[in-house]
């Protein structure tokens, strides 16, 4: 089921949605309200934003506190991999946090020396996004 709303000139704001669902035997549902942000503005990095990371036996912790800022609230996609746009290590991990952890997987021989490329994407409620993208060496 799926709803489509056409030739609403909507300006940027909170709206209230109210809706009523009639099937073929035109059977009403009940109104449902929910409420709807209509927003144009994508995150933004704040200063030249630089990851830290920390490195305990094989996990590996990167953080990115106070890079991004947004009007709307805010999830970040999170990459890693062994070459730039690479994801052998995390593909895609969604966290509302601004940090994330994970172990370097055993398929990864994990030597002194290794570079970690990582995309890090602030995404706002919209879907507008930001990325970082930075190089970790062990």
């Excluded at 890693?80 to 995390?90: E, P, V």
């Amino acid at each position: 089921m799926y709803c489509v709303f056409d030739g609403l000139k909507l300006t940027e704001g909170n709206y209230t949605v109210r809706i009523r669902a009639v099937n073929r035997m035109y059977l009403r549902s009940d109104i449902v309200d929910t409420n709807v942000g209509v927003s144009a503005l994508p995150s933004s990095l704040t200063g030249t934003p630089r990851l830290e990371h920390f490195i305990t036996n094989s996990t590996v912790t990167v953080s990115w506190t106070n890079h991004f800022e947004s009007q709307q609230p805010i999830y970040y996609e999170v990459s890693a991999g062994t070459q730039f746009g690479g994801a052998d290590i995390i593909q895609w991990q969604e966290t509302k946090n601004t940090f994330i952890k994970f172990d370097i997987p055993p398929k990864i021989r994990f030597t002194k020396g290794l570079m970690i490329y990582l995309t890090v994407s602030g995404i706002s409620a919209n879907g507008m996004a930001e990325v970082i993208n930075a190089v970790v060496q062990i």
